[in-house]
């Protein structure tokens, strides 16, 4: 080798090496302060691209959050998920018979096309979420006519006494859009979305970016404080990761469990669990063999070990579940705990079932999921110990839905989140036979839990809305029809630039508070 | 020439029809419910009913197969049931980001395969054909999404060289943004380049004619450049056209990876969702492609060699 050549290469090894050595990352995490500064353009990077902005058509949570931040609904959640505070509707009262809702909407609100926002606006909008093909029309069946005395008055008549109306008109697909579409057909409409929101539309590269630009005409003068928000399509967690380090994007949504710990120890960036409504569960089917018996289901809820597996698969991000409603909204039994890892108190269980000397059975997981993968593998190794034998099986998302759906499957895991801050959705949802999903694919039937759950939609009273919250989550601890295993948080990285970065119980990003250091 | 080309043509409608029929029934016979999976797991049987119908998948499979041939006929691919939008205005999005990411990979993948093959040709058992057989060692077992993001983290992060991922606004950005894509793709065909190229180049070497030029008193050069590099150009040029189903399925990988709107990265979201429209139309268009590159490869072929003939 010629002197220069060797020149060369050690120069290319001594590079190499140094990156190398640099990968390790070295500093901490750090937090700015200060007075709000407005201005700046702040990009997020998401595993999935929006489906559609039209409110009354998506339901994926890419597609919801931005929603939120270019249209108003009447009421929105407050920040701790818990209640609804004021939006485009300032206040709102139920009849004394209890069969409609009076809400007023604010004066001088009005759409990005100039329009000011009225209640005819309103009645299209719930309209066209009433369509029986629109997902969330479930939400809106209980209302049966709008009347539209005057300009800000809208009145909701309801099939019978119903408590969640107001928490109903945070949902999304409640979001308000100008009446006929503001003379377009839904199809052109979606292609140039008008909101009244803090946010307005700005343009759309499929697949790659989606910009939202500040609305200054905003009913609320204080807010947004950012130019405008790109949200781009990253779909894999190690390049959101890396382009955050890079400063090529400041917020990175939901990084990998396994990465937090690498990500915190990066220069300027930080990253949050935010508390959100996520309940990650283990399905049995019920309906099947042996599962329709209460011991076999309560012995597989003590032999699972959740502190291992939040240890090794969530990182000890997620909290150990015990009540299958999530402590982020006001109905959760916090008296009701998780079922300790007790290998002797399972086999004592399985013994007095029709197994007692085991079973073999099978547990599906989503087929690219590691971190379900591992999960199962650690479900498997705890139910061997009691005589379980567990095959696990990989299905493609979109097939083992199906399958849960159809009931061709044995077990399964799950999560489940709400949409609304009532406790009302989430309870049938994951507790009713009629909720929807048979009790997310458990095919568990218990009259109470409807009873219970419909007296606790009608009743004015919170005290008695929660007794009833209460015993129906008592009904779930006891049958077992599923296992509640983590209150999972909404986990992001971000960089240390972004101040009032918040997310919400039910998920909004309440971009509008959010600033940028310079 | 011109009967030849008929001739090619014709034959490559079985084998795209035969594509059409594949994909569907493959898409068609996977378990997934298209309405259900656009709607979530909270909507109504009758919301997901409601959907199917309009959407046309509560028709017989020999219906929807039907319509789905006469709609291909018309040149009019369908909607995507997931994005909710034409599928021809999503392929004019996308389609040139992967033609131009496969194109930079070829041209990559020969500007590195051909410089290390020649180098490795003149020098048989040198230190330098040893590096090389150690490089095509490394690159060939490293999986491509491994690569892609050695090169991010390297090249993206620490050096910032280029983008780490994504695919910003304007010509020039976008060119640089798909090098490191394209040089992940290039990587993964440059083992197999390299040791085909080496072997056509061994071989002219050892040829008469080459000793022939050489004792002309031609420079190396010059051998190289028309005798060696020409004859061994045929065999590159067959190898990177067979190859070309590799680059569209590196295209695949590494659109997810680097963040891409390509075809790739839109057809890994319309198996997910089970968008069949989306996925037969990204099978047609990926299958035209091969068609298209397997003809041209002949064209280029003929033109390099005056011994292959058309006909």
Avoid at chain 1, 468 to 477: G, K, L, P, R, S
């Amino acid at each position: 080798m010629r002197p220069r050549k060797i020149m060369v290469a050690a120069v290319t090894v001594a590079t190499v090496t140094a990156t190398l050595v640099g990968c390790g990352g070295s500093g901490g995490t750090g937090g700015s302060s200060g007075k709000p500064q407005a201005g700046g353009d702040l990009v997020m990077a998401r595993a999935d691209e929006a489906t559609s902005l039209l409110p009354s058509v998506p339901t994926d949570n890419s597609a919801i959050w931005i929603i939120e931040e270019i249209y108003d609904t009447l009421t929105v959640p407050s920040q701790d998920g818990e209640t609804v505070e004021p939006s485009l509707a300032t206040s709102w009262k139920q009849s004394k018979d209890k069969l409609s809702w009076t809400f007023t909407l604010r004066k001088g609100a009005t759409f990005t096309n100039g329009d000011p926002v009225t209640s005819a606006d309103v009645k299209f909008s719930i309209e066209q979420n009433q369509d029986p093909s629109a997902p969330f029309s479930f939400i809106d069946s209980i209302i049966t006519k709008m009347d539209t005395p005057a300009d800000n008055t809208i009145v909701f008549h309801t099939k019978k006494p119903w408590s969640p109306i107001p928490a109903d008109m945070a949902l999304y697909a409640n979001s308000i859009v100008p009446k006929d579409y503001g003379g377009m057909s839904a199809e052109e409409f979606a292609k140039k979305p008008i909101g009244s929101g803090p946010f307005k539309f700005e343009s759309w590269t499929r697949g790659s970016s989606l910009k939202i630009v500040k609305n200054p005409d905003h009913w609320n003068k204080e807010v947004p404080l950012l130019d405008s928000v790109t949200f781009t399509v990253v779909p894999d967690s190690n390049t959101r990761a890396t382009q955050l380090a890079s400063g090529q994007i400041q917020i990175n949504e939901y990084p990998a469990y396994s990465s937090v710990k690498t990500l915190k120890n990066q220069p300027n960036a930080k990253v949050t669990a935010f508390p959100s409504s996520e309940v990650d569960y283990l399905g049995m089917n019920n309906s099947r063999k042996p599962f329709d018996d209460v011991n076999v289901r309560k012995a597989i809820s003590q032999a699972i070990d959740k502190e291992a597996i939040n240890k090794a698969v969530l990182y000890g991000h997620g909290k150990i579940a015990g009540a299958y409603l999530s402590p982020v909204t006001w109905a959760h039994n916090d008296e009701i705990e998780a079922p300790a890892y007790d290998l002797a108190a399972a086999r004592a269980a399985l013994a007095e079932s029709k197994v007692p000397d085991g079973f073999t059975t099978t547990l599906t997981v989503p087929s690219g999921d590691q971190d379900l993968a591992s999960q199962a593998q650690l479900v498997q190794d705890s139910l061997g110990k009691i005589g379980i034998k567990v095959t696990i099986k990989k299905l493609d998302p979109a097939a083992l839905v199906t399958a849960k759906k159809a009931g061709n499957y044995d077990m399964a895991f799950g999560l489940y989140t709400t949409d609304i801050v009532d406790p009302d959705e989430i309870a049938r949802f994951a507790g009713s036979y009629t909720g929807g999903v048979h009790a997310v694919y458990t095919w568990f039937k218990d009259p109470r839990m409807d009873k219970l759950a419909a007296t606790a939609s009608s009743e004015p009273k919170q005290s008695t809305r929660k007794a009833a919250y209460d015993e129906m989550q008592e009904i779930v601890a006891d049958e077992v029809p599923f296992i509640p295993l983590f209150y999972a948080p909404g986990t992001y990285s971000y960089s240390t630039k972004v101040n009032e970065f918040h997310p919400g119980g039910t998920g909004n990003y309440f971009l509008k508070n959010v600033w940028l250091s310079k | 020439m011109g009967r030849w080309l008929i001739r090619r043509l014709l034959l490559a409608i079985p084998v795209v029809w035969g594509v059409v029929t594949i994909s569907f029934v493959l898409m068609h016979l996977a378990p997934g419910d298209p309405a259900a999976t656009a709607l979530g797991e909270k909507a109504s049987p009758e919301a997901v009913a409601a959907l199917r119908h309009l959407w046309g998948l509560d028709q017989s499979l020999p219906e929807q197969y039907w319509s789905y041939l006469g709609q291909i006929v018309r040149g009019d691919l369908g909607d995507s049931l997931y994005f909710r939008a034409s599928i021809t205005s999503l392929m004019v999005q996308r389609l040139p980001v992967t033609l131009a990411l496969i194109v930079m990979s070829a041209v990559i993948a020969s500007l590195i395969s051909v410089p290390l093959a020649s180098r490795s040709a003149a020098n048989v058992n040198g230190p330098v054909t040893q590096a090389v057989r150690m490089f095509n060692a490394v690159i060939q077992g490293a999986p491509t999404f491994f690569v892609g993001s050695m090169l991010i983290l390297f090249l993206g992060v620490r050096i910032a060289l280029f983008p780490a991922g994504g695919y910003p606004d304007g010509v020039v950005q976008r060119a640089w943004a798909l090098v490191l894509p394209a040089l992940t793709i290039a990587l993964s065909i440059v083992p197999l380049l390299v040791r085909g190229l080496r072997a056509a180049m061994i071989e002219a070497l050892g040829s008469e004619y080459v000793s022939f030029a050489r004792s002309k008193g031609l420079s190396d050069t010059a051998v190289n450049r028309r005798y060696v590099l020409r004859n061994a150009g045929i065999s590159g040029v067959s190898i990177l056209g067979i190859q070309v189903g590799a680059l569209a399925s590196g295209a695949l990988v590494v659109e997810q990876v680097f963040a891409i709107p390509g075809m790739g990265s839109m057809l890994m979201t319309g198996i997910l969702n089970r968008d069949y429209a989306l996925v037969q139309a990204c099978t047609l268009v990926f299958g035209l492609l091969v068609v298209v590159v397997y003809l041209a490869t002949d064209l280029v072929y003929a033109r390099l060699d005056p011994r292959a003939r058309l006909s």
